[in-house]
């Protein structure tokens, strides 16, 4: 088991830039592939983003490809999302998700075995 927490988020205007930080502890952080995830209200929870378990290869979802940057730093046990150029469609619930191991575009929040509580990000003028 891995306990996991977000923090970070907040309002903020459009074309402005966030960094959410998901910090793990109860298991070791590297075992797992890393994923963010987002919900806005109403709609169904989405896959943002995805990374290895080392940090060497990410996947970032259409829509926030170029904007965002998913990272991992293991020594920390922390993974981070770098949120550039934000849009009002960015609002959401952010929520950091990890697996054991697979694809790092799977975008199903169902193969994901351990979730934090989530951070509100709102983007607006």
């Known amino acids: 088991q891995v306990q996991l927490a977000e923090s970070g988020g907040g309002l903020v205007q459009p074309g402005t830039s966030l960094r959410l930080s998901c910090a793990a502890s109860?298991?070791?952080?590297?075992?797992?592939?890393m994923a963010w995830f987002r919900q806005a209200p109403g709609k169904e929870r989405k896959f943002v983003a995805g990374i290895t378990e080392a940090g060497l290869h990410v996947h970032h979802t259409d829509s926030v490809r170029g904007r965002f940057d998913i990272s991992r730093d293991n020594a920390k046990n922390t993974l981070y999302l770098e949120m550039n150029s934000l849009r009002i469609e960015d609002t959401a619930v952010y929520f950091c998700?990890?697996?054991?191991?697979?694809?790092?575009?799977?975008?199903?929040?169902?193969?994901?075995?351990?979730w934090g509580q989530g951070t509100q990000v709102t983007v607006s003028t």
């Open positions: 998700a990890a697996k054991s191991g697979g694809p790092i575009w799977d975008s199903d929040p169902e193969s994901y075995n351990y």
């Open positions: 109860g298991r070791t952080f590297s075992d797992y592939v």
